[in-house]
């Protein structure tokens, strides 16, 4: 033990989770929580070696242990971290919603850089774009940018992020019945929300629907600039008439993020109205999609529908 070192002593203790503890009769001895260390260690040298006789030595050499172990972290890869703090080990034990984004992020990405944990790497990631909702609506060429992804870890993340949304597609599947404004609202939300809100783009969407005004099937109609779309009711005509439609609800979004109407967007909507009239479709609604998640425009709840 004399010939170790003080700072050796330091990461010897950070890379086996051994930390002093001052007790309450004053006596200080080593705890290590992994139990993973040998018996013949003989905790009293150490102590002696560092000097460590008070409570103050105590709580010093502790913050220096950790110190030591985050350094250590962000210089080996996870799987050589102790178990309690690795993420998906984390996630085992803990479940998916305990987790901060930095570690499921981690859990997705896998593996780090030279230098630098998966769990660093994720934190970077987050920072770069500020939200995961960033983070989605960047491309797969923005996000390999970040030194240490690449396209392969941003394939991976576009991924997971699109299986978020397709998870929230099939809870909007399973509505029966569209029968009120807020019943069609609640299912656009889920249906094109996550797709719609971040769009630099308008998108214009018919839902179609048989007798029961149960969803048959969604058609993009047209995409256009950052303030209009192009939208010919003879199309809208033509896809609810082959598919056996009884109503029509559209969806389109602003790029803008406000949700109220235009007045283009109003004199368009009376003339898919009377358009789809004349072959006895109906049309139950036309919602806009603004930025944020409670920014919707129901022109049936309004009383724009004529």
């Not at 199309?235 to 598919?243: F, G, L, P, Q, R």
Request: contains cysteine.
């Amino acid at each position: 033990m004399t010939d170790i070192s003080s700072k050796e002593l330091i990461i010897f203790m950070a890379q086996n989770n051994l930390y002093p503890i001052y007790s309450k009769r004053g006596k200080v001895y080593l705890r290590c929580s992994t139990n993973k260390l040998q018996s013949h260690i003989d905790y009293s040298k150490i102590i002696e070696k560092l000097n460590i006789t008070s409570k103050k030595n105590c709580d010093e050499l502790r913050e220096e242990i950790k110190k030591e172990k985050q350094k250590r972290k962000s210089n080996r890869p996870i799987k050589e971290w102790i178990e309690e703090e690795r993420p998906r080990e984390m996630l085992v034990k803990l479940g998916a919603e305990n987790l901060p984004l930095s570690k499921l992020l981690a859990i997705i990405i896998r593996t780090g850089k030279e230098g630098m944990s998966a769990e660093e790497l994720a934190k970077i990631l987050l920072n770069h774009f500020g939200s995961l909702r960033a983070i989605d609506g960047a491309s797969v060429s923005d996000i390999s940018k970040i030194s240490g992804i690449g396209l392969v870890k941003a394939v991976q993340i576009k991924s997971a992020l699109e299986l978020g949304k397709r998870l929230y597609r099939e809870s909007a599947k399973t509505k029966m019945r569209l029968s009120t404004p807020s019943d069609v609202i609640h299912y656009v939300s889920e249906f094109y929300g996550p797709y719609l809100r971040d769009k630099d783009k308008e998108f214009f969407y018919v839902i179609l629907l048989d007798i029961k005004n149960k969803p048959i099937d969604n058609i993009e109609i047209s995409k256009g600039s950052i303030s209009s779309t192009i939208v010919d009711p003879k199309e809208i005509i033509k896809v609810a008439v082959s598919k056996s439609a009884s109503s029509v609800i559209l969806v389109h979004n602003h790029p803008s993020g406000e949700p109220l109407p235009s007045q283009n967007d109003i004199s368009l909507t009376n003339n898919i109205v009377y358009a789809c009239n004349l072959v006895g479709i109906k049309v139950l609604d036309h919602i806009i999609i603004g930025k944020n998640l409670e920014d919707f425009y129901s022109f049936s709840k309004e009383g724009l529908l004529k």
